[in-house]
C-alpha cells in the first residue's frame, strides 16, 4: 500500500466513525424542527406582534394626519433634509 493511501486511513476511518454520524443527526434533527412550524407560545407571540403592529400602523396613520393638517411641507421638508445628508 502506497504511503499516500496510508496517510488517508485515519482521518477517513475517524470521518466514518464521529464526524459522519453527527452530521447525519443534526441534519436530521434539524430538518425534523423546521416541518414542524411555529409552537403554541410562538404562534401567540405572531398573533401579539400583529395586533400591535395594526396599533401602530393606525398611530402613524393618526400622526400623519395631524402633521397634513398642521405643516403640510412636513413630508417635503423631512424628503430634502434626507437628500441634503
Partial sequence: MSPFLQALQVPTILFMVIVA??????????????????????R????DLL???DKMSERV?????????????WRRASEEERYQK
Fill in 21 to 42: 454520524p453527527l452530521w447525519i443527526i443534526f441534519h436530521y434533527r434539524s430538518k425534523k424542527r423546521s416541518e414542524t412550524g411555529l409552537s403554541e407560545h410562538e
Fill in 51 to 53: 395586533v400591535k403592529l
Fill in 61 to 73: 396613520a393618526t400622526l400623519e394626519e395631524i402633521l397634513d393638517q398642521r405643516h403640510g411641507s
Fill in 44 to 47: 401567540l407571540q405572531l398573533e
